[in-house]
């Protein structure tokens, strides 16, 4: 039984990301507003109730596939959300994830800035979730900073809040100038410089 | 008649700019895809077809108005296209553009942003006209931190190209932040962090 209910269960894991990778693969080709449920669904092999069932609505779907870029991104770096890395392997992090988008997620990264930039003003869809992602991130930004100082591998005499607004700012224009104009902007290198340069600046 | 032709002249330029301030308004407020000619011409106070007249298409408008923007950037900073700063003078403007942003440009911020972000795919309407204007921004960028090695004011050993690349990024990417999040997130004091460390970062 307990095989059975297993096998059950992989099969619903299976079709939850046949149905995330179809709108992945939809909406960064077609954009969100030019993908219905029924294409998505038809592409993941399912039917449009079936992947209602799932997300609840086409705005669920949106959400479920930020998230489960966030997720991969974590479980590439092998991390946990709550781990605490040094800035040395945060700045490893930062740039093997760079890789990774170079090499193979241009899509969900071209959908990451679209979405963005529909979502800045209060009351679009999608913005509670995006700003309090930015939030998020410069809240680990600034803890990260925060303990460079306190374990002696940064000086103090930074504000490690403006540091981490800083660097959210690169992170976000590095992917946008290099989704513009791919062929002149190496997206590794110039995390590299900007980490290389970060890393100085802050060194004891 | 010299008289008559100057006031003739100056009341094109006037409605030029009328039909500008108009677009760059209802665009902000609903996005171009969503903003008609129409609409343009009577916030304007122009017919529709002067407005097409002036403009060629709808196109021409949304061309009409980045370029207006970027003209009028140069002239808040008394610079011509052409101009060749020191490395201060230049950290100076853009610190001074944050400044007129964050108190007066909001919408033109947004509409930069929301267009650069629908054009990253090559074929949509103004793809080239964003990628050549990063190439441009960083082709000057780039020239600055050369000249600041050869007079002095820069040590070298750095990478002009991916300095320029870096600091493109950072200048999107700080705008994209505030954006979303102006409560939290001071345009102003962001980029004086940033550029002080880059200054830090270079100085001889």
């Known amino acids: 039984m307990a095989g059975v209910k297993g096998q059950v269960q992989k099969r619903g894991v299976e079709r939850r990301r046949a149905m995330v990778d179809a709108a992945i693969e939809l ?85 990451h800035t679209t979405l963005t930039a529909e979502n800045l003003q209060p009351g679009t869809l999608l913005h509670t979730w995006f700003r309090d992602r930015g939030r998020a991130l410069r809240g680990h930004l600034t803890a990260l900073f925060r303990r460079a100082v306190a374990d002696g591998s940064a000086r103090p005499g930074h504000d490690p809040e403006l540091l981490a607004a800083e660097t959210a700012a690169f992170l976000e224009g590095a992917h946008l100038l290099w989704l513009l104009d791919p062929e002149r902007i190496d997206l590794v290198a110039v995390h590299r410089g900007y980490f290389a340069g970060l890393l100085a600046r802050l060194r004891p």
């Open 27 to 111: 909406f960064a080709r077609q954009g969100v507003r030019g993908t219905g449920v029924a294409a998505v669904a038809e592409r993941a092999g399912v039917t449009p109730s079936a992947l209602i069932h799932h997300f609840g609505s086409k705005d669920g779907l949106v959400r479920a596939v930020l998230q489960e870029a966030d997720r991969r991104a974590l479980e590439r770096l092998s991390a946990s959300p709550d781990a605490e890395p040094t800035l040395e392997q945060a700045v490893e992090w930062f740039v093997r994830d760079a890789e990774h988008t170079a090499a193979a997620e241009r899509e969900l990264a071209a959908l």
